[in-house]
Nanobody, 124 residues
Framework: QVQLIESGGGLVQAGGSLRVSCAAS????????MGWFRQSPGKERDIVAA????????YYADSVKGRFTISRDNAKNTVNLQMDSLKPEDTAVYYC?????????????????WGQGTQVTVSS
């Protein structure tokens, strides 16, 4: 049974930092591209960042470039998202996703597995 479990969300003031983590079980993480997405009420789920299997390639949405950093530890089957200089518009539920293969994927419907999400709230 595949499980992706996110942790680390919470409430932070604008300009602050948070780190969200995703622990994968039931899959060999090193065979999967991992991504972080976010979704606000009434909006679609959008890509935040994605990372290749070997960490050699990353993708960031324009809105988070220079502020967020995605990383992974294949030995631990984990992927992290360090979020700095947070803004109120970063408020959303953040989801971890996994997709089997090589290419870094950015569309939600391309992903095979999802976590349950973790709430990130940035106050102004």
């Amino acid at each position: 049974q595949v499980q992706l479990i996110e942790s680390g969300g919470g409430l932070v003031q604008a300009g602050g930092s948070l780190r969200v983590s995703c622990a994968a079980s039931g899959i060999i993480g090193s065979r999967y591209v991992m991504g972080w997405f976010r979704q606000s009420p009434g909006k679609e789920r959008d890509i935040v960042a994605a990372i290749s299997r070997s960490s050699s390639s990353t993708y960031y949405a324009d809105s988070v470039k220079g502020r967020f950093t995605i990383s992974r530890d294949n030995a631990k089957n984990t992927v992290n998202l360090q979020m700095d200089s947070l803004k109120p518009e970063d408020t959303a539920v953040y989801y971890c996703g996994a997709v089997f293969g090589v290419a870094v994927r950015t569309q939600p419907d391309e992903y095979d597995y999802w976590g349950q999400g973790t709430q990130v709230t940035v106050s102004s």
